[in-house]
């Protein structure tokens, strides 16, 4: 680290609270060592009261830009100068760029699920997608699969205080992409398991199967899924959750975790602050 700090080293913040367990200092830091590049990323406990001083600073410090995460994706929108369609549409940004000073708004987690898709040699556009949870990562994902092609995207939402932004969502997907997409409520089961079996891709957004819900998951019985759907759980801790075991009973091909897509939002923001290529392959053996 201290062969790679010097006068010209710019800063990366990642501006969330909590925050001090996340993996995105380690994962850009050790691609700028790799790649020879003089950035630093740090992460600052960040507050919603500390938001409007802390994106001051971006500008203040001419940092290239930050990560955001809770409870600050939405608050931060005010606060800057452009956003980027998706961000948007989603109403969330994960990722600031500062160009001389005019602040740019992005969310990377929905092109970050996609292109871990297209790395696994997997392409859903003019599929269907069953979609549990519209939360911060359901809305992300939502929104980018159906700008980016995908047919149809069926949400499932339990009956709780997101059930309002699921309703959001699917009409800003209807009124906004060619997608077509449509509200279900989890607690029916019969409407879940028949979207499901005409599904390319089933993803779970909800953290069912992450702590305290290890135990758990929203799909218990292996015949749900036939052995050609792509079922994909957020959770990345576990790195094998419930949903996954339940999928490999059923012999499922393709079974993943979060990890590809935290990889993947990651990457994207890296090459949003630096032009470069993130040397995804080396992170992913270093870090997972
Ligand atoms: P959130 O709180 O914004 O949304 C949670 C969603 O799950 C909501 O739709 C809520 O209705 C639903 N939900 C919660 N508990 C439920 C239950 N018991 N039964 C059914 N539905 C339930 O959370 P988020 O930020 O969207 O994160 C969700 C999960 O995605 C977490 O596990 C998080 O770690 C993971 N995530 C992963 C990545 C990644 O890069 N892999 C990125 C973001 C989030």
């Not at 850009?28 to 740090?42: D, P, Q, S, V």
């Not at 606060?79 to 969330?92: E, H, S, V």
């Not at 949903?243 to 059923?250: D, F, P, R």
Request: one cysteine or more; aromatic letters at 8%; a negative charge.
């Amino acid at each position: 680290m201290t062969e790679r700090i010097d006068g010209h080293t710019i800063l990366i913040g990642l501006m969330a609270y909590p925050i001090r367990h996340s993996m995105s200092p380690t994962m850009h830091n050790n691609a700028f060592a790799k790649l020879g590049l003089n950035y630093a990323y740090l992460a600052f406990d960040i507050t919603n009261d500390k938001l409007s001083d802390a994106v001051k600073a971006i500008r203040t410090l001419d940092m290239r830009g930050s990560n955001v995460s809770m409870p600050n994706k939405q608050k931060i929108i005010p606060y800057l100068d452009k956003l980027d369609p998706a961000a948007k549409l989603c109403g969330a940004v994960n990722t600031v760029v500062n160009d001389d000073g005019i602040l740019t708004g992005y969310t990377t987690d929905g092109t970050g699920f996609m292109k871990s898709l297209e790395d696994e040699g997997l392409d859903i556009r003019g599929k269907k997608m069953t979609l549990s949870g519209a939360g911060g990562a359901g809305t992300a994902i939502a929104i980018q699969a159906a700008l980016d092609g995908v047919a149809e995207i069926s949400i499932f939402n339990a009956k709780d205080k997101v059930w309002d932004n699921a309703k959001r969502n699917v009409d800003i997907i209807n009124e906004k992409t060619s997608c077509k997409a449509t509200l279900h409520t989890l607690e029916d089961q019969e409407d879940f398991k028949s979207e499901i079996a005409d599904s390319a891709i089933y993803c779970d957004s909800t953290g069912v199967g992450m702590k305290p819900l290890e135990d758990e998951t929203l799909v218990t019985d292996p015949s749900w899924f036939r052995k050609d759907i792509i079922v994909y759980d957020t959770v990345y801790a576990p790195r094998t959750t419930k949903l996954m075991e339940v999928a490999q009973k059923a012999g499922v091909a393709h079974v993943f975790n979060g990890l590809g897509m935290m990889l993947e939002q990651g990457a994207e923001a890296f090459k949003l602050w630096t032009g470069k290529s993130m040397p995804v392959e080396y992170i992913r053996e270093l870090l997972f």
